[in-house]
C-alpha cells in the first residue's frame, strides 16, 4: 500500500513537473510544441497539373507550369551522366542524391519526432503522367488552410506538400532511389514539400533549405495495399506521357507514410533529376511499406516521353562527399502531442518518468 502510494505521489510529482516546464522544447525528444499559426500560404492549390509540361528539372517536384516551361530541357535515365553537362545543370556538383545509406556510417541524433498536420484523406486529387514519373498534386480549389504540411524531425521550419511521385524498377530487383546497405527496394514514393518562409515553392527552390523530402520505401508483400489503390486503379488513363486525370477515390496521406515514422535517416542532398539543384534536406524513412506485385505493375505499363516504357526512373547512388547522414532511432521515448490531456495520463507520467531518468543517465549526443 504504501508503494502504490509512493508511485502515486511520484506520478503527481512528475505531472506537475510537465505542466510547470515552460517548454519542453529543451528536451530533445519531446519538442512537439503547437504549431502556430501563419498567413502566407502558398497558392500551391490554385494550380493544377498541365498537359503541356516538358521534360525539366521541376515537372518531377513542382506542380507549377511557369517553371516548368522555363526550364525545359531534354535528359533520360539511359544516360544520367549526360546530366552534368545540360546547361545550369547542378547534377554533377558535390552534395547530390540519391546516395547508398550505410547504417553502421550513421550518426545517432536525438531529432524530435515528425509533426504531420492536415495528413489526412484528400479528395480530387490530380495525377499527370510527367514522362519520368507519375505526379499526384493537390486539386485546383483545395482550401489553403487544409495543405498537409511537415515540421518537427529536425526540420527548422513549416514545410507544406507541394506533390508527391514514385520511382520503380522494370522488375522488383531495382527501382528506389535511395539504397540501404546497397540494396535497392522495388520503388521509393517522395512526398515533396517546400519550405512556408519563403512564400512559394518557386522561391523555395533557391535556397539549401528549400524543400523537405520524405523518401518512403515499398517492398512487394502478397496482398493489395489497399491505400495504394486509390493511387494505382486510374494510372490506366494516364499511360501516355503528358496524360492527366483526376482521382476519384480519397487518398489517405497518412496510411502513405510508414507504420512507424520515428526512426528515419537525414542529410542534405539535391533533387534526383536535372537539374539536380541541392536544395533538398532528404529525409528517408527505414520502415517500408508494402504493395503487391499487382499494383506496382501498373506503374510499369506507362510510357515514357519515347513512348517507351516507364520503368527504371531511378537515379543511380552518389558520392557522399563527406555529407554526414544522421539516423534518428525510435528511442521509446515518444509521448503523444496531446499530453498532458490523454487518456491515460498516470500511465504517460510512468513512461515520461523512465524517459527522463533513461535520458538524464544517457551520454549526451
Ligand atoms: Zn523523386
Redesign the pocket.
Known amino acids: 500500500m504504501k508503494r502504490l502510494s509512493t508511485n502515486f505521489n511520484l506520478a503527481i510529482f512528475v505531472l506537475f513537473l510537465r505542466l510547470w516546464l515552460p517548454s519542453t522544447a529543451a528536451l530533445p525528444i519531446f519538442a512537439t510544441k503547437k504549431l502556430k499559426t501563419f498567413d502566407r500560404f502558398e497558392e500551391v492549390g490554385d494550380r493544377a497539373p498541365v498537359k503541356t509540361f516538358t521534360s525539366s528539372m521541376f515537372e ?1 517536384w513542382s506542380p507549377e507550369k511557369s517553371l516548368t516551361k522555363a526550364t525545359a530541357s531534354g535528359w533520360n535515365y539511359q544516360d544520367t551522366n549526360a546530366w552534368a553537362n545540360l546547361p545550369k545543370s547542378e547534377c554533377g556538383a558535390k552534395q547530390q542524391s540519391p546516395v547508398d545509406i550505410q547504417p553502421r556510417l550513421s550518426e545517432k541524433k536525438a531529432f524530435p519526432k515528425f509533426t504531420f498536420e492536415n495528413y489526412g484523406n484528400i479528395d480530387k486529387m490530380g495525377l499527370i503522367n510527367s514522362g519520368s514519373s507519375v505526379v499526384y498534386s493537390l486539386p485546383k480549389d483545395f482550401p489553403k488552410d487544409r495543405v498537409p504540411s511537415i515540421s518537427g524531425g529536425g526540420l527548422n521550419d513549416i514545410y507544406n506538400f507541394a506533390q508527391f ?1 514514385l ?1 520503380w524498377g522494370a522488375n522488383s530487383n531495382k527501382g528506389s ?1 535511395h539504397l540501404i546497405n546497397s540494396k535497392s527496394y522495388p520503388a521509393e514514393l ?1 512526398l515533396v514539400h517546400y519550405n512556408t518562409k519563403y512564400g512559394t515553392f518557386a522561391d523555395a527552390t533557391t535556397h539549401s533549405d528549400g524543400l523537405a523530402v520524405l523518401g518512403i520505401f515499398l517492398s512487394v508483400g502478397p496482398n493489395d495495399n489497399a491505400f495504394f489503390q486509390p493511387l494505382v486503379e486510374q494510372l490506366d488513363s494516364v499511360i501516355t506521357s503528358q496524360l492527366e486525370t483526376t482521382l476519384t477515390n480519397l487518398v489517405s496521406f497518412t496510411n502513405l507514410l510508414p507504420r512507424q515514422t520515428t526512426s528515419f535517416y537525414r542529410y542534405s542532398g539535391s533533387l ?1 533529376t536535372p537539374l539536380c539543384n541541392e536544395i533538398v534536406i532528404w529525409t528517408v524513412f527505414d520502415n517500408p511499406i508494402q504493395i503487391s506485385e499487382k499494383q506496382l505493375a501498373k506503374f510499369r505499363k506507362l510510357k515514357d516521353n519515347q513512348a517507351k516504357s516507364l520503368v527504371d526512373n531511378f537515379r543511380p547512388a552518389q558520392l557522399l562527399n563527406g555529407r554526414i547522414k544522421f539516423y534518428r532511432s525510435f528511442t521509446g521515448c515518444e509521448i503523444p502531442q496531446s499530453w498532458p490531456f490523454t487518456s491515460t495520463p498516470f500511465m504517460d507520467a510512468f513512461t515520461w518518468t523512465t524517459c527522463i531518468i533513461n535520458f538524464a543517465f544517457s551520454p549526451w549526443q
Do not use: C
Open positions: 518531377h511521385h520511382h532511389e517522395h534526383t
